[in-house]
């Protein structure tokens, strides 16, 4: 599964208005199943940008993912991503540097 920015975006801001943990449930919708939505706030985790529980079942797979309040760097993350204009332009740079990153790197055959 690859990762979502915009979904992790949107985690981090529902976390950083809620005065309670958000269980995985609350994110699903038409484009983000439960196991996607799961896997993203695992990442969060991992990244150490909010406290999260996740309870995995015998296989591996994510039985049930909440995200509680934000850490330290969730808060500077979010501090930093918040705005929709900031978030488009540094999408918008990220994107300019892979595309030209993997121009650069690519060989025609």
């Given at each position: ?33 439960f196991e996607t939505v799961a896997y993203h706030i ?68």
């Amino acid at each position: 599964m690859r990762r979502d920015m915009d979904l992790i975006r949107h985690i981090l801001i529902m976390v950083g208005d809620s005065p309670v943990p958000l269980n995985a449930t609350v994110f699903v919708d038409e484009a983000h199943p439960f196991e996607t939505v799961a896997y993203h706030i695992d990442l969060i985790g991992q990244a150490g940008l909010a406290d999260t529980s996740i309870t995995r079942m015998s296989g591996k797979a994510i039985a049930r993912a909440e995200v509680s309040p934000l850490a330290w760097n969730g808060n500077e993350s979010l501090d930093a991503i918040r705005s929709d204009t900031i978030w488009s332009r540094v999408k918008q740079r990220v994107g300019a540097t892979w595309s030209m990153y993997f121009t650069s790197t690519m060989t025609i055959r």
